[in-house]
Structures are given as structure tokens and as C-alpha cells.
């Protein structure tokens, strides 16, 4: 089906979140850091991104910044639980502001996500209006 990078630190989401992907089809990449993120985008060119926004170092806004100049035919999907100093509507407002095409708040229901990258999927050919 496709191929979709999760960049996320936590062990437990990103293994719950593999396993979803790839029983749906997917072939799925992993990276705890954006910074290892950056590179497998570079090396496997993935359909999607699904990024935490709050990741240690370098953050998941910073990367979307980023991917958006570099690869803009991306999809991205950004998720956040918040944080100890931010709250999960606003850092998903802040990705969707830095380019991300879905931001969703976890906890995740997989029916959403699974049709959040259905969606991307479909229109991943097509340019997106506005991202630079």
C-alpha cells in the first residue's frame, strides 16, 4: 500500500503504532528522533509522515518546516498528547500551521488514523495549494 515513517519517542505508541500500520498493509519505517526522521525521508522516500509534535531535540513543527521546503509532496500527519507546558489543541494548531495536512490529538482511534492516511493516500499525486 504505502510506505509511512513514524517519528515518535515514546517505544509504546511507536510499536502500537507500527503494528496498526503494517496489519493494514503498510510498510512501515521508525524513527524516536526527527533528526533520524530527516534522514529516512532523505533514503526511503516515504508517502507519509506521521510525527509526535513534541519530540526531544530538534520538534516534530521544526521538521514539518522543514519537509515542506525540501519534500512537499509529503503527507503529514502530526499527533500530540500535549505536553508538560503545552496543551494537545494547540500543538496540533502549531502543525497544522507549519504545513502538517491532518494533526490529530491523542489518545489516536485507529479508525481515524487508518482513514486520515486512506485520505492522504488518495490525494498524494496532487500538488498541495499553499505549502513553500
Known amino acids: 500500500m504505502a510506505k509511512v515513517l ?9 510499536n502500537a503504532l507500527a503494528t496498526l500500520l503494517r496489519s493494514a498493509g503498510h510498510e512501515v519505517f521508525e524513527a524516536d528522533r526527527c533528526e533520524d526522521a530527516l534522514e529516512t525521508v532523505a533514503s526511503q522516500s516515504p508517502d ?8 526531544p531535540g530538534m520538534t516534530g513543527v521544526q521538521m514539518i518546516k522543514r ?8 503527507g ?4 500530540s498528547g500535549g505536553g508538560m507546558h503545552q496543551n494537545p489543541e494547540l500543538a496540533t494548531t502549531l502543525a497544522s500551521i507549519a504545513g502538517a495536512d ?4 491523542k489518545p489516536l482511534k ?3 488514523l ?3 492516511v486512506h485520505s492522504l493516500l488518495a490525494t498524494a499525486r496532487r500538488p498541495r495549494a ?3
Open 130 to 132: 499553499g505549502r513553500r
Open 76 to 79: 503529514i500527519i502530526a499527533m
Open 67 to 74: 519537509l515542506r521546503r525540501s519534500h512537499p509532496a509529503i
Open 114 to 116: 487508518l482513514s486520515s
Open 48 to 55: 507519509i509522515l506521521l510525527t509526535d509534535v513534541n519530540m
Open 110 to 112: 485507529n479508525e481515524i
Open 6 to 14: 513514524i517519528a515518535e519517542h515514546d517505544e509504546g505508541v511507536l
Open 102 to 105: 491532518r494533526a490529530l490529538e
